[in-house]
């Protein structure tokens, strides 16, 4: 399939002069950088990232041609160190708690100094100038400072990558991220709990890095920056979401948390890849925040994600990824230093991506993945307004047990807007946006179960993904839209599942029929029902009585 749209200068900073001509120097100056001592090295190529990895970090050349590095001690984000810096100008609309921690301004200019200062203690420092968001009209200009070169490869990779005459006028950037990540935060100065602390300041529109090496930190950093951003700044919707395109220009957008099939059942071999995680649902359509896609690579094979396999390749990296000390053949098997192994590519590294990586036109239908490992949701449910809103802020999903030690039975994973650790503001804001969205566009929601049916987790089996591709199809060619409809769970979850869906077995569509063992249908039925009463009830008094009452409730099972 070729990609519809001009191609956006393939990797076209390889062809850089000198990106240093058009960079304002006196700007490190001011902010503390040593300029004397310092060289610094701005949108590097791969081909150069790879040279210096290599000499410096220990990275190797996979036999795929990717670039595999180590990110040290921490393998995955510290949520628990995310604080955002309380002052005037955000500190109204932030969502403050367990998520968004508060930090006094005083300690994030002590952090910024320590950041800077451990830079200046390099001999070459890496600057990447990127675009957040491929809408010219909405997309922010970021500035990443760091002394890794895997790091700037890294966001080389998921930024956008800017033609030349965009960074020759790149000018001052919109956001800036000063990684010192090698460095320790001090667990002594006030507010730190830990040696690792990631910080954003909106006033002064920076991000710190210290004490955690691990690169999805920037990436997620962006994300809720954006996340603020978008709504407030512009008044536009930013989602945690896959997103694709027909052929004859319908969109989809896909919400699910990690397990439910987001980047996997969005990567459709007829539709255009638009991005495979974070997203902009805007006046004129849909667009990626990204340029790059960061996926995981544990149990990765050709044989069921073949584009992924694919993308390894020159220019990739691998992190994380342990391989054949002789061949250099990565093991994507192998979890001993961490499951969160990753690889992070160019998203033109996709055959069917759509470049530039904008829909412009309003989604058609918004896609609820959630794994449910109890068996009682159908595989597909047509949700109405206050039923997309109850189960955006929920967030449902569930881990089966082998996935952690000691878990012998499903358990429950609610995060509110499918992407709780980078939701800024309060998740009822999102939910109304994507409402009021949705109602103008008359665009159709769907809550579609990739998990189990016939029973729970070790009685019954999970969905065939042939099943589920099946009913993607039918949601995507309108044929749901118009499907006769019965009321699954009344009086409990009230979802509205067709009777019939192409060749899918018609027993599949209603748990209450697949389950042989009825009386424990009905109590899984009122047990998950209970589990997203009390997830709930922490939002209870900020969302609408509709929405709330469009939930299910144990009450009545």
């Given at each position: 399939?070729?990609?519809?749209?001009?191609?956006?200068?393939?990797?076209?900073?390889?062809?850089?002069?000198?990106?240093?001509?058009?960079?304002?120097?006196?700007?490190?100056?001011?902010?503390?950088?040593?300029?004397?001592?310092?060289?610094?090295?701005?949108?590097?190529?791969?081909?150069?990232?790879?040279?210096?990895?290599?000499?410096?970090?220990?990275?190797?050349?996979?036999?795929?041609?990717?670039?595999?590095?180590?990110?040290?001690?921490?393998?995955?984000?510290?949520?628990?160190?995310?604080?955002?810096?309380?002052?005037?100008?955000?500190?109204?609309?932030?969502?403050?708690?367990?998520?968004?921690?508060?930090?006094?301004?005083?300690?994030?200019?002590?952090?910024?100094?320590?950041?800077?200062?451990?830079?200046?203690?390099?001999?070459?420092?890496?600057?990447?100038?990127?675009?957040?968001?491929?809408?010219?009209?909405?997309?922010?200009?970021?500035?990443?400072?760091?002394?890794?070169?895997?790091?700037?490869?890294?966001?080389?990779?998921?930024?956008?990558?800017?033609?030349?005459?965009?960074?020759?006028?790149?000018?001052?950037?919109?956001?800036?991220?000063?990684?010192?990540?090698?460095?320790?935060?001090?667990?002594?100065?006030?507010?730190?709990?830990?040696?690792?602390?990631?910080?954003?300041?909106?006033?002064?529109?920076?991000?710190?890095?210290?004490?955690?090496?691990?690169?999805?930190?920037?990436?997620?950093?962006i994300f809720s920056v954006m996340h603020y951003i978008q709504p407030v700044k512009f008044g536009q919707l930013s989602l945690h979401s896959s997103c694709n395109q027909g052929k004859d220009g319908d969109v989809s957008l896909f919400f699910g948390l990690s397990g439910t099939g987001k980047t996997t059942l969005s990567a459709d071999p007829n539709r255009y890849l638009i991005g495979d995680d974070e997203h902009v649902w805007s006046d004129t359509g849909v667009f990626n925040i990204e340029g790059g896609c960061y996926a995981k690579c544990i149990g990765l094979s050709k044989e069921k994600e073949p584009e992924i396999f694919n993308a390894i390749r020159f220019g990739s990296i691998l992190e994380n990824v342990t391989y054949d000390s002789t061949?250099?053949?990565?093991?994507?098997?192998?979890?001993?230093?961490?499951?969160?192994?990753?690889?992070?590519?160019?998203?033109?590294?996709?055959?069917?991506?759509?470049?530039?990586?904008?829909?412009?036109?309003?989604?058609?239908?918004?896609?609820?993945?959630?794994?449910?490992?109890?068996?009682?949701?159908?595989?597909?449910?047509?949700?109405?307004?206050?039923?997309?809103?109850?189960?955006?802020?929920?967030?449902?999903?569930?881990?089966?047990?082998?996935?952690?030690?000691?878990?012998?039975?499903?358990?429950?994973?609610?995060?509110?807007?499918?992407?709780?650790?980078?939701?800024?503001?309060?998740?009822?804001?999102?939910?109304?946006?994507?409402?009021?969205?949705?109602?103008?566009?008359?665009?159709?929601?769907?809550?579609?179960?990739?998990?189990?049916?016939?029973?729970?987790?070790?009685?019954?089996?999970?969905?065939?993904?042939?099943?589920?591709?099946?009913?993607?199809?039918?949601?995507?060619?309108?044929?749901?839209?118009?499907?006769?409809?019965?009321?699954?769970?009344?009086?409990?979850?009230?979802?509205?599942?067709?009777?019939?869906?192409?060749?899918?077995?018609?027993?599949?569509?209603?748990?209450?029929?697949?389950?042989?063992?009825?009386?424990?249908?009905?109590?899984?039925?009122?047990?998950?029902?209970?589990?997203?009463?009390?997830?709930?009830?922490?939002?209870?008094?900020?969302?609408?009585?509709?929405?709330?009452?469009?939930?299910?409730?144990?009450?009545?099972?």
């Amino acid at each position: 399939m070729t990609s519809p749209g001009n191609h956006h200068d393939e990797l076209a900073q390889e062809n850089y002069p000198n990106p240093l001509l058009s960079l304002d120097i006196s700007m490190f100056s001011k902010a503390g950088f040593d300029m004397e001592r310092l060289q610094i090295k701005r949108n590097s190529s791969a081909a150069e990232l790879y040279e210096e990895a290599l000499a410096k970090e220990n990275a190797v050349i996979s036999s795929n041609g990717a670039l595999i590095n180590f990110s040290g001690k921490k393998t995955g984000r510290s949520p628990k160190d995310k604080r955002i810096v309380f002052e005037e100008s955000s500190k109204n609309d932030i969502w403050w708690g367990p998520v968004n921690i508060k930090l006094d301004e005083h300690t994030f200019e002590i952090n910024r100094e320590r950041a800077i200062d451990y830079l200046n203690t390099r001999d070459d420092i890496y600057v990447f100038d990127g675009f957040a968001g491929w809408d010219p009209k909405y997309r922010i200009k970021v500035r990443v400072i760091c002394a890794r070169a895997y790091h700037a490869l890294f966001m080389h990779n998921m930024l956008i990558r800017p033609t030349v005459e965009e960074l020759e006028n790149f000018g001052e950037p919109d956001f800036t991220i000063y990684n010192a990540g090698q460095f320790p935060a001090n667990r002594f100065t006030a507010g730190m709990t830990s040696t690792t602390s990631v910080e954003i300041n909106f006033k002064r529109r920076e991000m710190v890095i210290l004490g955690t090496e691990y690169a999805g930190e920037m990436k997620k950093g962006i994300f809720s920056v954006m996340h603020y951003i978008q709504p407030v700044k512009f008044g536009q919707l930013s989602l945690h979401s896959s997103c694709n395109q027909g052929k004859d220009g319908d969109v989809s957008l896909f919400f699910g948390l990690s397990g439910t099939g987001k980047t996997t059942l969005s990567a459709d071999p007829n539709r255009y890849l638009i991005g495979d995680d974070e997203h902009v649902w805007s006046d004129t359509g849909v667009f990626n925040i990204e340029g790059g896609c960061y996926a995981k690579c544990i149990g990765l094979s050709k044989e069921k994600e073949p584009e992924i396999f694919n993308a390894i390749r020159f220019g990739s990296i691998l992190e994380n990824v342990t391989y054949d000390s002789t061949t250099r053949v990565p093991d994507y098997d192998d979890a001993s230093l961490t499951e969160n192994t990753r690889c992070a590519y160019p998203i033109d590294f996709i055959p069917n991506a759509k470049i530039p990586c904008i829909a412009d036109k309003q989604p058609s239908n918004v896609i609820m993945l959630t794994c449910d490992a109890y068996g009682v949701l159908p595989p597909v449910s047509k949700l109405s307004s206050e039923q997309a809103q109850y189960h955006f802020i929920a967030g449902y999903t569930s881990k089966t047990p082998g996935t952690e030690d000691g878990v012998v039975e499903p358990s429950p994973t609610f995060s509110t807007c499918y992407g709780q650790p980078f939701i800024v503001l309060q998740p009822q804001r999102y939910a109304t946006m994507l409402a009021e969205r949705m109602s103008n566009v008359k665009c159709d929601a769907y809550l579609v179960n990739t998990g189990w049916t016939g029973g729970k987790f070790g009685v019954g089996h999970r969905c065939p993904l042939k099943y589920t591709r099946a009913i993607l199809d039918a949601i995507h060619d309108g044929t749901l839209k118009n499907a006769q409809y019965e009321t699954f769970a009344p009086g409990v979850f009230d979802l509205q599942i067709p009777t019939k869906v192409g060749d899918v077995p018609a027993e599949l569509l209603n748990p209450s029929r697949s389950w042989s063992d009825k009386a424990g249908f009905e109590t899984e039925l009122a047990k998950l029902a209970g589990m997203f009463s009390e997830a709930f009830v922490k939002y209870e008094k900020d969302v609408n009585p509709e929405v709330l009452k469009a939930g299910p409730s144990s009450a009545r099972a």
